[in-house]
């Protein structure tokens, strides 16, 4: 409703007055449609009994099965199960899902809150997906077969993923499977990242492009069959549909489809309708179908890319030079994507301008065609194919090596953080202006001051907050805290997180690791356009503490590191030690009485002091004092290392208002009696993990912080904790709705 009011101004300016009052009325009605038809978010259940029919969007990872599905009532679930054991995980790796309908025990269940603003959020996932709510299903009671031309065809792209994971080659699966029917699920974390590093991520999706060069060569095949060009425009339209289903339904393909259906039909005289009033009708219809697709990134990407060159159609014509022509459509989408990227990704690849003109060319012209091609033959011609797969693979190892050497090459990325709603919005006007500027001059210079202005505003942002902020991240088990300095004048980060691991791998073990540093850390940094770190302070060497370094060292610059003496010489530091050396990063253990200052602010090591390291009692413990607000860090230190810290610093003044990050998650090894008292804290901050295996925090430990009447938040209970020191005061936020 609220981007409709743009339109009333355009729409009164007409000479008729029927087009506004038209508009308007449909706007109206169409929101008070959408509204009623919003699914309506289930509430925590007892156990019940859901007959459940699985989209394509279902994973088997390790010993769980996530995905959609359908209930018999026809409302749209994201299902998670448990297998019993490894047959039972192995029957139904080998099964089609979506052939058969299967009914469940279980509850529904409140979507975990999300880590933090820049984290992944279930709650809004199911939303987007037009999902009703979180089902754990506890047992299967029963299947029964289901057949249908939507089954069908599902069983049909199912069998090609078979066909190319048994077929081609290993190192080409991936990217075969992503490019014919749109799954990209085998694709590893290492792989993605240099794609987005390049900008190129796009071409693994199936596109307009994509579409429309497969109805060409099936439309030029045909037509040297002799087949009439109305039977074989009428076969396309009707073939589409299907494409799209077997090619997976996602916002691009279903864009692709309906608007090559719609110039086909114009083709035939059938139908005559504006490119820029096809892609709207496209998009209505997908909206009306599925309101919350709006918020989804791939929806928003799609149809912003193709509304830029539609519109850009005068600047584009005005080129006849091929390798212009090529450079200005990548130079008008990249741009055109720019504030959605930075909202949803926070970072935009810079090297994406030029990168693209090498590679829409090859997978467009050359890796596409050559799959699409493969593909049949390995069907028709099997004994050809892998003769053709012996001259393939080499050459995609070299495409490969190519991009390794590409996306290592330094400052690729421009990573701002995700611009507030003024800046947004400021983004998209300075960007039409700009469009319409260049458009009527034909020049670039005049019309780049309008790519100046937001680009300068976005980059200021961080630099004028005077605020001092310390984050609490919700890492589950484990504690990560971010230090950001007035006006950006230093970053520092506290410990990653991690995941304590039990035994050897097995059957249960997922596939893809959730990893805290690259899905938590990292994404709440680069967020906060943080890419570079003054002091790393990974205070002991417990996986829970450290585990998450690694990815955080991998992706964002670390000026130094602090460690606790001797530290280094633990199993769980090889990788951190590793990494350091590689990028040549210094790391300076620290021990009790080191200490710096910047700005106004005092930072002071109170532990450990000299000797062998002890585990958690050598854990690092700063003291960060900010004039009326003051910050005690203690890691996992146990009772020991407070009764030292008690001895040497009783005497001090903690300030009125000390925030403490209680020690160890809140066990019964820490956090004692004398401690307490002696800060005598305004606020303890408890970092734990929901449900977590060692009863953190102990009831002990909640006593005494009751006994001396401090107050806490927890950060399983309220997800990510910031305090904000302003003007000698703090204020608290969370990222708990």
């Not at 059938?270 to 998009?283: E, F, N, P, Q």
């Amino acid at each position: 409703m609220f981007v409709n009011l743009f339109l009333l101004p355009i729409f009164l300016l007409r000479k008729d007055w029927i087009t506004p009052i038209l508009s308007f009325t449909f706007a109206i009605l169409s929101y008070w449609y959408i509204l009623s038809i919003l699914p309506v978010d289930k509430e925590v259940s007892i156990s019940e009994t859901l007959h459940i029919t699985f989209s394509d969007q279902v994973k088997i990872d390790g010993g769980k099965l996530k995905g959609f599905g359908k209930t018999h009532t026809g409302e749209t679930v994201y299902v998670l199960y448990s297998f019993e054991d490894e047959q039972e995980k192995d029957r139904f790796m080998h099964t089609h899902l979506p052939s058969y309908q299967f009914a469940f025990t279980g509850s529904y269940k409140e979507p975990a809150i999300p880590s933090h603003a820049y984290s992944f959020d279930m709650g809004k996932y199911l939303r987007m997906n037009g999902a009703v709510g979180q089902f754990e299903a506890q047992q299967l009671v029963g299947v029964n077969n289901r057949s249908g031309m939507m089954q069908m065809l599902s069983l049909q792209r199912w069998r090609v993923k078979q066909h190319i994971e048994k077929v081609f080659p290993e190192s080409l699966q991936v990217e075969a499977e992503a490019l014919l029917i749109g799954d990209r699920s085998g694709m590893d974390e290492a792989a993605a990242q240099r794609y987005r590093t390049l900008g190129i991520t796009h071409l693994f999706a199936i596109s307009g492009l994509h579409v429309g060069l497969l109805t060409m060569m099936i439309r030029y095949l045909l037509i040297r069959l002799s087949v009439r060009i109305e039977t074989v425009d009428t076969l396309m339209i009707i073939l589409l549909p299907l494409y799209a289903v077997i090619a997976g339904g996602a916002p691009s393909v279903w864009r692709a489809v309906s608007v090559t259906i719609i110039l086909l039909l114009t083709a035939t005289g059938k139908v005559k309708m504006r490119m820029d009033d096809a892609l709207s009708i496209s998009a209505a219809v997908f909206i009306l179908y599925e309101p919350f697709v709006l918020f989804q990134p791939g929806f928003q990407l799609s149809y912003l890319a193709a509304f830029s060159l539609i519109y850009s159609s005068d600047i584009l014509s005005q080129s006849s030079s091929v390798l212009r022509n090529s450079f200005l459509v990548t130079f008008i989408t990249q741009l055109a994507l720019c504030p959605v990227l930075l909202y949803h990704f926070y970072e935009i690849s810079l090297s994406s301008f030029i990168v693209n003109l090498l590679f829409v060319p090859l997978y467009s012209f050359v890796i596409l065609p050559a799959n699409i091609f493969l593909l049949f033959l390995s069907y028709a011609l099997p004994f050809i194919a892998n003769m053709l797969f012996l001259l393939y693979t080499p050459f995609r190892e070299w495409i490969d090596k190519l991009t390794i050497f590409l996306s290592d090459l330094p400052y690729q990325m421009w990573t701002p953080g995700r611009p507030s709603t003024i800046l947004l919005i400021i983004s998209f006007f300075c960007l039409i202006t700009f469009f319409v500027s260049f458009e009527k001059q034909q020049k670039v210079f005049p019309a780049i001051i309008w790519i100046v202005i937001p680009v300068l505003l976005i980059a200021a942002q961080p630099y004028t907050d005077r605020s001092l902020r310390v984050t609490f991240l919700d890492v589950g088990q484990g504690d990560s805290i971010i230090i950001e300095l007035p006006n950006r004048k230093g970053v520092y980060v506290i410990d990653t997180g991690g995941r304590v691991t039990f035994g050897e791998p097995n059957w249960k073990t997922p596939n893809h690791q959730f990893e805290i540093g690259r899905n938590i850390v990292v994404p709440f940094l680069k967020g906060k356009g943080i890419t570079k770190i003054d002091k790393l302070l990974l205070t002991h060497a417990d996986s829970d503490h450290i585990e998450g370094a690694d990815e955080v060292m991998e992706e964002l610059k670390i000026k130094e590191i602090h460690i606790s003496p001797e530290s280094s010489q633990e199993p769980t530091m090889k990788d951190v030690i590793r990494i350091s050396e590689e990028k040549g990063i210094p790391i300076r253990p620290m021990k009790e009485g080191n200490a710096w200052k910047l700005l106004d602010i005092d930072f002071i090591y109170l532990s450990p002091p000299n000797g062998n390291y002890n585990g958690n009692d050598s854990s690092l413990v700063l003291y960060m004092r900010t004039g009326d607000v003051s910050f005690l860090f203690t890691g996992d230190l146990e009772v020991e290392g407070e009764k030292r810290i008690i001895r040497t610093y009783g005497e001090i003044d903690w300030g009125s208002r000390l925030i403490l990050k209680a020690g160890h998650h809140g066990s019964r090894t820490s956090s004692s009696e004398p401690f307490i008292e002696m800060l005598s804290p305004k606020l303890t901050i408890l970092s734990y993990g929901r449900n977590n295996r060692y009863g953190h925090p102990h009831a002990e430990v909640i006593n005494t912080f009751d006994k001396f009447d401090v107050l806490t938040a927890a950060t399983a209970e309220l997800g990510s904790i910031t305090i904000t020191v302003k003007r000698g005061d703090y204020y608290i936020s969370t990222s708990a709705k």
